[in-house]
């Protein structure tokens, strides 16, 4: 189900001379290597949770496409730069999800951080069962507070009686949370009243979810919120769903935004994210970015626009 990184993806265009200065992703990106911690790319290559909540399959080509985008971005930084494959599902998507929290964890516990790269959103389940998984088995000490900060148009708190899909994620979290009797600390950014129900704005009430609307996401209201919600925090998830994204600049998902949060006030809020989180001693060792459908893209503008993200991730290392 895990696939080793396919280095042959990787190409792009190289400078005149091959100086560290003039280098670019291609050129840098190897397989993982423990005795120097970096950033791992880990594909997610799904969209069985796409389908089961009825959305526009194709996501599960995304991980390929990313990589093509992703390419010719220019290496600033010193934080090596690899590729951990692919896990790759077939129809038993549950399966997948802990073949990914396997692959998440081994990159952890050798010390990278993880850019996950989806496939559907299905693909936070798994990041959450392999970030629990390196906390419990690197310490002993009372559970680490972990908070989910979602960029998402969605709060994918859908009921979990049909089993897990895109649409479940955070309730499948809520649940794990639950049953542990550990806090749920989930902070959504984008979120659009038109595409959640009321009965899905209760459970995000009942649930404690904090959440900011799409036409409220300015930077200032999001900065003050992000302040108080990592301020407690030993450990941060972020996520970021390429729905929450304007259609125009992001037609390559299962459900397009018609409003949308525009990408430079999710590039603010994820430096913001850094700046806050360093000095609260909160480690952010996992991100990822779901929902990239190639089927739907237009012209490849999903994917760069993707591609724009992972490269913030990696250069805030
Ligand atoms: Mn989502």
Do not use: K
């Amino acid at each position: 189900m895990w696939q080793a990184a396919d280095l042959t993806l990787w190409s792009g265009r190289s400078g005149t001379d091959d100086v560290a200065e003039a280098l670019r992703w291609h050129q840098c990106v190897t397989r993982p290597d423990a005795q120097a911690p970096g950033v791992c790319l880990l594909g997610f290559a799904c969209d069985v949770g796409v389908r089961r909540n009825h959305g526009r399959v194709g996501a599960s080509q995304g991980p390929v496409e990313l990589r093509r985008a992703m390419g010719n971005l220019a290496m600033h930084g010193s934080t090596p730069l690899y590729d951990a494959g692919d896990v790759v599902a077939d129809a038993d998507l549950e399966a997948a999800q802990l073949a990914y929290a396997q692959q998440v964890s081994a990159c952890l516990r050798d010390g990278h951080r993880v850019i996950g790269l989806g496939g559907g959103h299905e693909i936070a389940w798994g990041a959450w069962l392999g970030l629990n998984e390196w906390l419990t088995s690197a310490s002993e000490a009372p559970a680490p507070r972990v908070g989910i900060i979602n960029f998402d148009a969605h709060f994918d708190l859908r009921p979990t009686g049909s089993g897990g899909s895109s649409g479940t994620p955070f309730r499948q979290i809520a649940e794990w949370c639950a049953a542990r009797a550990r806090r749920f600390d989930y902070l959504c950014l984008g979120i659009s009243e038109a595409a959640n129900t009321r009965a899905l704005f209760d459970t995000a009430r009942q649930l404690g979810v904090e959440y900011l609307l799409d036409v409220d996401c300015q930077t200032e209201a999001a900065g003050v919120m992000l302040e108080r919600f990592i301020a407690g925090l030993d450990q941060l998830y972020v996520t970021v769903c390429l729905d929450a994204l304007p259609a125009a600049v992001a037609p390559g998902v299962s459900a397009p935004a018609a409003l949308g949060i525009p990408p430079d006030f999710v590039i603010g809020c994820l430096r913001r994210i850094h700046a806050i989180a360093r000095p609260h001693g909160c480690q952010w060792r996992l991100a990822d970015i779901a929902e990239l459908n190639p089927r739907h893209d237009i012209d490849g503008r999903t994917a760069r626009t993707a591609a724009r993200l992972a490269w913030e991730l990696h250069r805030l290392g």
